[in-house]
């Protein structure tokens, strides 16, 4: 596939089945609202307030890993949401996968928000941030897109093989990346970037109405963007077999 046939799939793909779209969107949105709700609450109910989203956090993350491999094995719908257990324990997986890939380039990044911090006025300061934090910024975000640029490709092969260590066996996903073309991937890495920030600006906006903004988020736009970059990255990584 070209990457325009790819990027014309994805985008089609959540309205494969309505129904399945929908129950993901319910899980994201349930996921949200426990989110905000908890953060009004005392930190003895904190732990009772999270502990679901996180359950729902990686439900949602194992069914966009099983998108990826059917993706991969050449399939047309949306998954069934079935296996609910082997759902949970592929987003524990995903979960895992993602903290191992970010944790470099977030460690960088909160050094440089706490270089921005001025002890006398006990705040954050990001009007004039001097040259060593800018760079330090510069060099968290430029470490986070170039571990990103492995983390896709990563998931992908942990959801063809079906092994936790398939995600960070790097020489394996560079000879991946090979078969594909490394231009061909970038170009479809790029454009998902791109997508991914305008559909989440356009979420941003509708995010201002009262809490019809934040169903209309959790129901449709977030799923949608997760849905065509897990179809994208699964499309995509089929070209390496």
Do not use: C
Not at 18 to 46: C, D, E, N, P, Q
Not at 55 to 73: A, D, E, M, Q, W
Not at 168 to 185: A, D, F, V
Not at 214 to 239: D, K, T
């Amino acid at each position: 596939m070209n990457v325009s046939d790819i990027f014309k799939d994805a985008f089609k793909f959540p309205a494969s089945n309505w129904k399945r779209f929908l129950i993901l969107g319910i899980i994201v949105l349930v996921s949200t609202l426990l989110s905000v709700f908890g953060s009004h609450f005392g930190v003895s109910y904190i732990f009772l307030i999270m502990l679901p989203v996180y359950v729902l956090t990686f439900l949602y993350r194992g069914y966009l890993l099983r998108v990826i491999k059917v993706s991969i094995n050449e399939g047309n719908e949306l998954p069934a949401f079935n296996k609910w257990i082997q759902i949970f324990i592929d987003g524990l997986k995903v979960f895992l996968v993602n903290i191992i890939y970010l944790i470099i380039p977030v460690i960088v990044l909160m050094v440089g928000i706490f270089l921005t911090f001025d002890l006398s006025s006990g705040k954050f300061q990001f009007a004039n941030l001097s040259p060593v934090v800018i760079i330090v910024l510069l060099i968290g975000v430029l470490l986070y897109a170039l571990f990103m640029f492995f983390y896709e490709i990563g998931l992908a092969n942990m959801a063809y093989h079906g092994k936790l260590e398939a995600a960070l066996n790097l020489s394996e996903i560079r000879e991946i990346l090979g078969k594909i073309g490394w231009k061909k991937y970038l170009m479809v890495f790029v454009i998902l970037l791109l997508i991914t920030v305008v559909l989440y600006i356009i979420g941003y906006f509708s995010g201002s109405i009262p809490l019809i903004g934040v169903i209309v988020i959790g129901i449709l736009i977030s799923p949608y963007i997760e849905l065509i970059v897990a179809r994208s990255i699964g499309l995509i990584y089929r070209e390496s077999l």
